[in-house]
């Protein structure tokens, strides 16, 4: 399959705060701001079903609004169970004020 970079959201509308949802396919994949950087990491969390997106931000970690698990926003990394496996990280850029995620 070939990759290719979508649109998925503007900066402006980010912020550490409040992530971005943005969905291809049947994928759903949450950004993330964290200091300077931006981050676009799968958005299901693998235990059950639950929205990180609509979880708990705290500096780079997210804690699933649903049994607590926590990932490690920079890397998809699972921190505390049951997340029970690290999340899928997506390539992000930045051209002018628009956010885009490398799909494939
Ligand atoms: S659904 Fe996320 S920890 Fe259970």
């Given at each position: 399959m070939t990759e290719q970079w979508r649109c998925a959201g503007h900066a402006g509308d980010l912020s550490?705060?409040?992530?971005?949802e943005f969905k291809f396919d049947d994928t759903e994949v949450g950004i993330y701001k964290?200091?300077?950087e931006i981050y676009a990491m799968e958005n299901v969390c693998?235990?059950?079903?639950?929205?990180?997106?609509?979880?708990?931000?705290?500096g780079d970690t997210v804690e699933?609004?649903?049994?607590?698990a926590v990932f490690h926003i920079p890397t998809g990394k699972c921190?505390?169970?049951p997340g029970g496996r690290d999340?899928?990280?997506?390539s992000v850029?930045?051209?002018?004020?628009?956010?885009q995620i490398k799909v494939e």
């Open positions: 550490e705060d409040s992530p971005l964290v200091g300077d693998p235990h059950a079903y639950a929205l990180l997106t609509q979880g708990f931000i705290d699933c609004p649903l049994h607590e921190l505390k169970e999340l899928k990280m997506y850029r930045l051209a002018g004020e628009e956010i």
